[in-house]
């Protein structure tokens, strides 16, 4: 089935900042926005940011998620060794009426 | 405090059934939507199904014809069955709350393993 394109890898330094991205169509990110999702190895995901753009309860403001037209984006300043995990994207898609996922992208911190 | 768990996972043999169970507690469930989501080892997350408050649901097309989802509203526990298990469905099986519209509150996951 349809999914989101992420980058299947990103690695920064310690303290830098990384960006990740998410794109779709004008179906989903473009009209319904996306959700951000943080999933550590062995671990359920967890909400960073919902859909509608709002920071999730706990979450640190080194990460921020923004949008331009049918990319959605991802940015984590001053990486922590923590931050190291997958990071998915979700949108509903208004026209195949279904939930769909970016493949994830792993993110490293060196 | 917001509680998802999921039960009824394990080792299946193929082509039996398995059913899972979701209890949820903490919020009101009859509001809410539900989803399934399920990731196979060292994969992606792939979306199961979503069930809406009055019961209705959308099923994923690749799952169509072996895969029913329900809700229990009184008692808080939405349901999957999923029929004809194949190998291919090895996965953790996730239930999620939706809050704006996506799974964005997610259980701790049931393992479902399928092998002889």
């Known amino acids: 089935q349809a999914g989101l394109t992420q980058p299947p890898s990103v690695s920064r330094g310690l303290r830098q900042t990384a960006t990740l991205t998410c794109t779709g169509n004008n179906n989903n990110v473009g009209n319904r926005g996306v959700a951000w999702l943080q999933q550590h190895q062995g671990r359920p995901p967890k909400v960073l940011f919902f859909r509608d753009g709002t920071r999730s309860s706990g979450i640190s403001e080194r990460f921020s998620a923004s949008r331009s037209g049918n990319t959605a984006s991802l940015t984590i300043t001053g990486l922590q060794p923590d931050d190291e995990a997958d990071y998915y994207c979700s949108s509903w898609d208004f026209s195949l009426h279904i939930v769909l996922f970016g493949g994830g992208t792993r993110l490293t911190v060196l | 405090q917001v509680q998802l768990v999921e039960s009824g996972g394990g080792l299946v043999q193929p082509g039996r059934s398995l059913r899972l169970s979701c209890a949820a507690s903490g919020f009101a469930f009859s509001r809410h939507t539900m989803h399934w989501v399920r990731q196979a080892p060292g994969k992606g997350l792939e979306w199961v199904a979503t069930?809406?408050?009055?019961?209705?649901?959308h099923r994923a097309d690749f799952l169509e014809g072996r895969l029913t989802v329900s809700r229990d509203n009184p008692m808080n526990i939405v349901y999957l069955q999923l029929d004809r298990v194949r190998p291919d469905d090895t996965a953790m099986y996730f239930c999620?709350?939706?809050?704006?519209?996506?799974?964005?509150?997610w259980g701790q996951g049931t393992l479902v393993t399928v092998a002889s």
């Open positions: 069930i809406w408050a009055n019961g209705d649901n």
């Open positions: 999620a709350r939706d809050i704006v519209g996506l799974p964005e509150e």
